[in-house]
């Protein structure tokens, strides 16, 4: 009885699979990294789209990608390159760690393995930056070793098709064993993509097209009308608010006071507008002097900048200064990690999307000020002279 309960799990299973790579062969995504059928796939390309696509949306990352190609062509060119040339190229996808552990694992290749990717997932794993989904990942894809992804959008598809009802996180486990035993005998890399493209196109977090699914009569989230509510999520404990001040210093030629934040921690390498810590409450008075980088005119910017991060949410005020060229005495230490940039070399620094806005609202106070104090505006803002009296 047993035995046969587990051959009809296991047609069942054998059914879903070929359903996916059939589905696979006519509607698969055309992208850069995909190579065809009679292609081999090439793990440095393979695994920069896998890094580059950890928590960003494909769009973000097409232009990106090419871009990193053109530059960085193989694993033995992005091992050459310095960090801050990468995390520069990398601002504006966020999480840059990432960036900081593409670097170093590109290094981690090119010395310690000759200049490729060790081919089994435990060996990828080894890699930094490389964890439990994106050695399946390339295992499978780039060397069609049986391996079992399970990103969020397969996630989702299992979840439905098994009718999990179990919220997420805890669902993880179950939904992982449930894939693995959906992985077929061949074709690894195919299905794991199917997977993920049934899930980034038919079988979406809201409106999944059923009707469209090539796994619809197996699956059971369906049958029982839970297609659009799996999977289940446990409440998310709301974010943490943090405060701070951050201080742009704007020379008078257009440089910017910029600093590098330390290596380790959040935004790590980047470069920043100066600022206090984040903590629950804003520094003012004394204290915001004490963080202030330089002796300077400061000027609360009106508004804030808010930026949502992972797990806290960050409000900061903006303080403005204009500073002449010897902002720095020639003998004084100019503050700790920090030099003035250009501004026409802000576009391609390494600047995160939060301090990007830091600037741009700084930017905007200045181009008021200085619209405010041209010559045009003053007269046409100045009281009418009294006319003379004709004799
Ligand atoms: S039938 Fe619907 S819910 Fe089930 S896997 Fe397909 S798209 Fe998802």
């Known amino acids: 009885m047993q035995r046969g309960k587990a051959r009809q799990a296991g ?4 059914d879903i699979a ?6 696979y062969d006519r509607e698969k995504r055309e992208l850069p990294w995909r190579t065809e059928a009679n292609e081999q796939p090439d793990p440095y390309r393979i695994w920069l789209s896998e890094i580059m696509l950890q ?12 871009g990193f190609l053109r530059r960085w062509p193989d694993i033995e060119a992005l091992a050459g390159a310095e960090l801050g040339e990468v995390l520069a190229a990398w601002a504006g996808l966020g999480y840059y760690a990432r960036a900081r552990n593409l670097h170093a694992c590109a290094r981690a290749v090119a010395e310690q393995h000759g200049g490729r990717f060790p081919a089994s997932e435990a060996g990828l794993r080894q890699l930094p930056g490389i964890g439990d989904y994106t050695a399946a990942a390339i295992a499978s894809i780039a060397f069609g070793l049986r391996a ?17 009802t179990t919220p997420l996180p805890a669902a993880k486990s179950k939904i992982r064993a449930l894939a693995e035993t959906l992985t077929p005998a061949a074709r690894h890399g195919d299905f794991a993509q199917g997977l993920m493209d049934l899930g980034a196109t038919i079988c979406t977090p809201r409106r999944p097209a059923c009707g469209l699914c090539p796994l619809r009569p197996e699956c059971r989230g369906l049958a029982e009308g839970l297609a659009e509510a799996l999977p289940y999520r446990e409440e998310k404990v709301a974010r943490p ?12 030629d257009g440089a910017v006071l910029l600093r590098e934040r330390p290596l380790r921690g959040l935004l790590g390498g980047m470069l920043e507008a100066p600022s206090s810590p984040w903590g629950e409450a804003e520094p003012n008075g004394n204290s915001l002097r004490d963080h202030a980088p330089l ?4 000027l609360k910017v009106p508004g804030r900048v808010e930026h949502i991060f992972t797990h806290f949410h960050l409000e900061l005020s903006v303080y403005r200064a204009e500073v002449g060229r010897d902002a720095v005495p020639k003998r004084a230490a100019m503050p700790e990690c920090c030099r003035f940039v250009a501004r026409r070399d802000l576009a391609g620094a390494a600047l995160p999307s939060v301090m990007r806005k830091i600037l741009s609202h700084a930017f905007e106070a200045e181009a008021k000020a200085a619209k405010r104090s041209s010559p045009a505006v003053r007269a046409s803002t100045a009281p009418p002279r009294a006319r003379r009296r004709s004799a």
């Open 241 to 252: 608010v943090r405060r701070g001040a951050a201080f742009v210093a704007i020379r008078s």
């Open 18 to 23: 070929q359903a996916v790579l059939a589905w």
């Open 11 to 14: 047609g069942e299973a054998r």
């Open 55 to 66: 928590q960003t949306t494909i769009k973000a990352v097409l232009p990106r990608y090419a």
């Open 148 to 164: 079992t992804p399970v990103d969020g959008n397969i996630e989702r598809v299992v979840a439905r098709l098994f009718a999990v």
């Open 295 to 298: 002796k300077a005119k400061w």
